[in-house]
């Protein structure tokens, strides 16, 4: 009930070209959805997050589109640089608890 | 403004060996939490604050302690070293839970190996 369940674990993509990576749930209380960027040697940042009221979210090059009837939020990133390879976690909470976070995703973009 | 420190970076322990991982945040939040990073597995909670003087288990606590004298710092203290303790251990502060307007704010890290 409490997991989050992430895919691809790991995704190589060219540069300009779109990553999406997928995430599931089972727990219908979550209605927060995070997404952490993790770059090597450093701490996971927060991303970007969406809550169950939207569709979809869109920040810059990174969007979250979320299917309530699903259970499954995805992000995608455009015109993907070299810069943004890094690791992804998906990550959901019930409101004002603790984050369940997925297995994470380690995206390469090749120039 | 520092953020979330850790330290060490890097430890090499002995098998039964003892030791603390040390955070601090400059931040004046209520909220912190220890995460172990293993590969393919996500972050997982191991304890967590809400306050000084105020510790709870998370997810995977056995084997760690934890203390809460001020709201700046929360040591992990690992009594009795393990292999399965080899992991990257990661701390993270939030002015509020984790739920809503906020984000989980992470220092760099601790890698920590046992032989």
């Known amino acids: 009930q409490q997991q989050v369940k992430q895919s691809p674990q790991s995704l190589i993509v060219q540069k300009g070209g779109i990553s999406i990576i997928n995430c599931a749930y089972e727990?219908?209380?979550?209605?927060?959805f995070p997404w952490y960027q993790q770059f090597p040697g450093k701490g996971p940042a927060l991303l970007i997050a969406?809550?169950?009221?939207?569709s979809e979210k869109k920040e810059g090059r990174f969007t979250i589109s979320f299917n309530k009837s699903a259970k499954q939020f995805s992000l995608h990133i455009m015109d993907s640089q070299p810069g943004d390879s890094a690791t992804y976690f998906c990550?959901?909470?019930?409101?004002?608890?603790?984050?369940?976070f997925g297995e994470g995703t380690q995206l390469t973009v090749n120039p | 403004n520092a953020g979330v420190t850790q330290t060490p970076k890097f430890r090499i322990l002995k098998i039964g060996q003892s030791m603390t991982l040390q955070c601090a945040q400059d931040?004046?939040?209520?909220?912190m939490y220890w995460y172990r990073q293993d590969p393919g597995m996500g972050l997982k909670l191991i304890y967590y604050s809400v306050g000084a003087g105020i510790t709870d288990k998370g997810e995977v606590p056995n084997g760690y302690n934890v203390s809460r004298s001020t709201t700046e710092d929360f040591p992990l203290r690992l009594e009795l070293a393990a292999p399965s303790q080899t992991s990257v251990y990661f701390c993270?502060?939030?002015?509020f839970g984790q739920g809503g307007n906020s984000p989980l704010h992470f220092g760099n890290g601790t890698r920590l190996t046992v032989t």
């Open positions: 727990n219908t209380a979550f209605d927060y």
């Open positions: 993270a502060s939030s002015y």
């Open positions: 990550a959901a909470s019930p409101s004002g608890s603790r984050l369940t």
């Open positions: 931040m004046n939040h209520n909220y």
């Open positions: 969406i809550r169950p009221d939207v």
